[in-house]
């Protein structure tokens, strides 16, 4: 299976806890004022590239914790990625996700599109909402505005009433 991404950075400190190969989707429809990556919204631009391949070579590093993925909006190549998700976690990573949606609006969307939630299955910790650069604020891990939550998915796909989110300082001890 393949996915299409803008780039791959096979070793990241600042896209997630630990170090990280870090997954750049191509296509996003958020088109989000601000946003540091507006190369990866057209989703015909990018590259085509071999799941498979990208957990090989992830494999090359002993150092990797985990993968993000991020974009792009990851989740509009939900049936790809949560078999990269999958992958990944089979070979001994954690995930860390992004996207503009918020975890209500991807439950929400689940209903109608299973690949949603077969990603955040796959998912540990999710940084969710779009960027608001009104909400701008440098001083937050690993996100860009205050809106932007750090969601632990596991817990807040076992209660359906509540999103469960991570505190800071919990981080790089939860995930």
Same mark, same amino acid.
Not at 16 to 28: K, L
């Given at each position: 299976m393949t996915l299409r991404v803008s780039d791959i950075i096979w070793e990241s400190i600042v896209d997630g806890p630990g170090f990280r190969c870090a997954v750049f989707a191509q296509g996003c429809d958020h088109n989000c004022d601000g946003c540091h990556n507006p190369q990866t919204w057209n989703k015909y631009d990018g590259n085509s590239v071999d799941i498979d391949g990208i957990i090989q070579?992830? +494999?090359?590093?002993?150092?990797?914790? /985990?993968?993000?993925?991020s974009g792009g909006e990851p989740f509009m190549q939900a049936d790809a990625m949560a078999e990269l998700a999958r992958k990944a +976690?089979?070979? /001994?990573?954690?995930?860390?996700?992004?996207? /503009?949606?918020?975890?209500?609006e991807l439950m929400e969307r689940s209903a109608c599109e299973p690949g949603i939630l077969a990603l955040l299955e796959q998912v540990d910790l999710l940084i969710d909402g779009p960027y608001d650069k009104h909400c701008r604020n440098l001083n937050l891990l690993f996100r860009g505005s205050e809106n932007q939550r750090l969601v632990d998915v596991k817990k807040s796909l076992m209660d359906k009433n509540e999103v469960f989110l991570v505190k800071e300082e919990d981080l790089f001890l939860q995930v």
């Amino acid at each position: 299976m393949t996915l299409r991404v803008s780039d791959i950075i096979w070793e990241s400190i600042v896209d997630g806890p630990g170090f990280r190969c870090a997954v750049f989707a191509q296509g996003c429809d958020h088109n989000c004022d601000g946003c540091h990556n507006p190369q990866t919204w057209n989703k015909y631009d990018g590259n085509s590239v071999d799941i498979d391949g990208i957990i090989q070579n992830m +494999r090359k590093n002993p150092l990797l914790r /985990g993968i993000t993925l991020s974009g792009g909006e990851p989740f509009m190549q939900a049936d790809a990625m949560a078999e990269l998700a999958r992958k990944a +976690r089979a070979a /001994g990573y954690d995930v860390v996700a992004y996207t /503009g949606y918020t975890f209500d609006e991807l439950m929400e969307r689940s209903a109608c599109e299973p690949g949603i939630l077969a990603l955040l299955e796959q998912v540990d910790l999710l940084i969710d909402g779009p960027y608001d650069k009104h909400c701008r604020n440098l001083n937050l891990l690993f996100r860009g505005s205050e809106n932007q939550r750090l969601v632990d998915v596991k817990k807040s796909l076992m209660d359906k009433n509540e999103v469960f989110l991570v505190k800071e300082e919990d981080l790089f001890l939860q995930v």
